[in-house]
């Protein structure tokens, strides 16, 4: 998995995300999390793709199901990554059904 570098976006400045986002790793990427962090998710290609954030965790002993993003083509998307996708590497896993022309950025909003 690669390791995505978290791009920091200022709330009050504004970001155009197509700048700074980069191409999906065929076997998934790792994310920081925290508040304030997303994945950011842009399918540039010619058919819908599934974007799948593991949850490791529980909450009282239940599992927590993974969210699901699912992108048409040319669609983007925005995931929130919470302390509880963190692995134990601290980081979340995402995995994707496809990466042709699939771009992605780890944010967080400032203020």
């Not at 400045?13 to 076997?27: P, R």
């Not at 134990?88 to 994707?96: K, Q």
Request: charged share 15%; aromatic share 2%; glycine share 18%.
């Amino acid at each position: 998995m690669a390791a995505l570098t978290l791009q920091r976006i200022a709330l009050d400045g504004g970001a155009v995300l197509d700048d700074i986002d980069t191409a999906a790793a065929g076997g998934g990427d790792t994310a920081p999390v925290g508040p304030g962090r997303a994945l950011y998710v842009k399918n540039g290609g010619g058919g819908s793709i599934t974007v799948t954030v593991t949850t490791p965790g529980e909450v009282r002993g239940l599992a927590v199901a993974d969210p699901v993003l699912t992108l048409a083509a040319g669609a983007s998307g925005i995931i929130p990554l919470g302390r509880i996708f963190a692995g134990t590497n601290g980081r979340a896993a995402i995995t994707y059904s496809g990466v042709t022309s699939v771009t992605v950025a780890a944010i967080e909003l400032e203020q």
